[in-house]
Structures are given as C-alpha cells and as structure tokens.
C-alpha cells in the first residue's frame, strides 16, 4: 500500500469516526424527542428541519463547492479574495431568505430558519476549509460542539423546564449563532484580502449558479417528500414518516460521511490524472458503503421496536424503502465527483434536474391516484435509478469525446 494511500486512509479514518459521532448524537436523540414532544410539535419540529435544509443549500450559494474545487488551484491570495466574495454573496441571500420567510412561515418560530440555516452554512465552509488543510480534528471538533451543544440544551430545558419545540428551536439555535460567529471571524483572519481579482463575482458566479439550482432540484429528491407528506397527509402523520425517513438517513450519513472524507484526496489524485488510485479509492468506498447498509437492515428492526413507541412502528418499512436507493445514489455522487472536477457544473445540473422531474411525476401520481403514505419512498427509488443511469451516460460521452480530441 502507498504512503499516499496510508495518509488518506488514516485521516478519513479520524473524520468517519468524528463524523459518526457528531451524526450519532442526533440520532440518538430521536427517540428521546419522539416521546418528549406531541406528535404534532414533533412534526412541526421536522417541517421547521426541512426549511433549514432547503435554506442552506440557497444561503450557501455554491460557495462550499467552490472553495472544494479550488483550494489546490488558486494561489493563497486569489482564493482569500475570491472566499470573500462568496461569504458577501451569502450574506446578500440571507437577508433575502429572512425577507420570504417572514410571509410563507408556516409557523411564527419558523422566521428563525434562515438565521439558523447562516450559521450551518458558515460552520461547514470553515469546518471544509479545515478538511482541505489536513486539519481533520479541528474540523470534526467544530462540528461536534454544534451538535453536542445543541443536544445537551434541549435535555436540559426539557428535563429543568417544560418539554416543547420552543426550547427545541432555542436550544438548535443558540450554539450555531456562537459557533457560526467564530467561524466567519476564523475565515476572515485566515484568509484577509488586499484586494479583490479582476471579475471576481463573475468568475465566482459562473460556477455557483449552475450548482444553485442543481442543489434546490436535487432537494426535490432528498426533502420534498416531507413538504409533500405534510400537506396532503397531515402534520401528525408527517412525525411518522420523518421517523422512517431520519432513520434512513443514517445510512444517507454515512454515504456522505465517506464520500468528504476521501474527497481532498480524490480531487487531488483528479488533478493529476491518476485514474488507477481513483478506481481504487471508488471500490473502497463501495464496498465498504455496501457492507453498512447490510449491517443496518440487520439491526433495524431492533432499533424500531426498542427505541420507539408504537405509533411510529409503521416507520420500518419505510426505511427499508429509502435504504434501496442509496447504492444509487452514492454511485451517483463517486460520478458527480468526476463531473464536479472537469468543471462540468451544467452537466452535473442536467442530471438532477431529469431525475428530480422524474421524482416530482411520481409524487404527482400518488397525489392523484390517491395513494397511500406508503408509496412515496419508492418515488425516491425510481429518481435514484434515473439519476445514476443520466450520470453514466454523461460520463460517457465526456470521455468520448476526450478520446476524440486531436491536439494540434
């Protein structure tokens, strides 16, 4: 085995165990909200998560994509002043998202969401920028305390107060404001600008904005379903469903958990054309994804029965569901990874938008036949499916037509 190969394995190891912990906490915690809070306030807790979700991937602007695809490209000073770029350009989308939320919150506590969703937005650039700098500790730190922080607030206001989404919100909010403080202030110190690069917005905007909409369409796939349960099956039936879908994305952690571990490596051996390590590393990353996922639909129903009252019971299945789509959609990420690197951002955009179309015609067709909650997970198998096949082809046909080029 390279050394090369040693250094990766070893840091990845560090942030798949920091990361597994920091992810572990959340879930861990779920069963402990289900029976401290209403169903109804736990669905409305998870209406409130899935605004978040959506929020970061408009607040973050591409701005973490950026700073992954250019870190070993640009010299320090061009990316400090490009950095600062995208930080205002997050800052602008903020105030933007406050202004929205303010008229389609569907609940009061809910104009909080984008405020939450800047600091999540921050905290990841820093705790990337960390990553990228081999500074793996530090960066699973800044993670854990946000996560840790939060928890032990909401148990105790909880066990010292009255149980309620109100000093759920307050405990989410109240570490990532701190934690999001410091990491702009980190940012701005690490890197200072003297000057900002001649078209620098441009430059910067010409690869952000095909991810913007790449990551709101590829949101159809990964949160929509919730919006979608919550208005045509009801808020109470949406704490059930959430369950199901939470206890998925332990797997959907892992998957991304494995592939930000390994990506400063791959993007480096990217950059210099070493297609026989990057094989390597995408067979690793498989088969070590494939072997999780077996190991999980072993334990599931344990986890179900032991942790969860009976009126989530129903959860399991719907679990299992979402679990099937996940080979294909990591496959789809390993892929995108490649596509990401060459630049190829339209691309990338072209592939979720079919497969998010797809997804939304499913939830189109449970609307209208009038099916039950059940069916709404294999929706999600189908648009992985159509997402990993678009992916292929468009792979493809790239390294066709690199194969044709003739240098003059």
Not at 255 to 276: G, I
């Amino acid at each position: 085995m390279s050394s090369s190969l040693r250094h990766m394995l070893g840091h990845s190891f560090i942030f798949i165990v920091f990361d597994g912990i920091n992810k572990a906490i959340p879930f861990l915690l779920l069963p402990y909200l289900t029976h401290r809070l209403a169903t109804a306030e736990f669905g409305l807790l998870e209406l409130f998560n899935t605004y978040v979700a959506l929020l970061v991937l408009l607040i973050m602007f591409g701005v973490d994509g950026w700073c992954s695809a250019h870190f070993h490209k640009l010299e320090r000073h061009v990316f400090s002043g490009m950095l600062r770029l995208g930080l205002l350009s997050i800052a602008a989308v903020f105030v933007v998202s406050m202004l929205v939320m303010m008229f389609v919150a569907d609940d009061p506590r809910f104009i909080f969401a984008p405020l939450y969703a800047l600091g999540m937005c921050l905290i990841q650039i820093r705790a990337i920028l960390y990553r990228f700098e081999l500074k793996t500790i530090k960066a699973s730190i800044l993670l854990f305390l946000n996560v840790a922080v939060s928890s032990l607030l909401t148990i105790a206001a909880f066990e010292l107060m009255t149980p309620g989404l109100t000093w759920r919100l307050a405990a989410l909010l109240l570490p990532v404001i701190c934690l999001g403080s410091f990491s702009c202030y980190s940012l701005c110190r690490q890197f200072p600008v003297s000057s900002t690069p001649n078209g620098g917005v441009r430059a910067l905007w010409k690869f952000t904005l095909p991810l913007l909409p790449n990551g709101l369409i590829n949101f159809v796939r990964f949160g929509a379903d919730r919006f979608f349960v919550a208005h045509v099956f009801g808020i109470v039936n949406l704490a059930v469903f959430s369950v199901g879908y939470q206890l998925s994305m332990v797997v959907n952690i892992f998957m991304l958990s494995l592939n930000q571990a390994t990506m400063p490596y791959v993007m480096k051996l990217l950059a210099v054309e070493d297609k026989r390590s990057i094989k390597r590393v995408f067979s690793i990353q498989l088969l070590l994804f494939l072997l999780f996922i077996l190991a999980f639909f072993i334990i599931l129903p344990y986890i179900v029965h032991y942790l969860f009252s009976p009126e989530y019971i129903e959860a399991k299945h719907l679990t299992l569901i979402y679990i099937l789509s996940y080979p294909f959609v990591f496959i789809s990420i390993m892929l995108s990874n490649v596509l990401f690197f060459k630049g190829k951002t339209v691309h990338v955009l072209m592939s979720t938008t079919i497969s998010s179309l797809t997804h939304i015609a499913g939830l189109i067709w449970i609307l209208f036949l009038e099916e039950k909650m059940d069916y709404v997970p294999y929706v999600s198998l189908l648009s992985a499916a159509v997402s990993l096949m678009i992916t292929v082809l468009l792979i493809r046909k790239i390294n066709n037509n690199e194969v044709n080029i003739v240098p003059k």
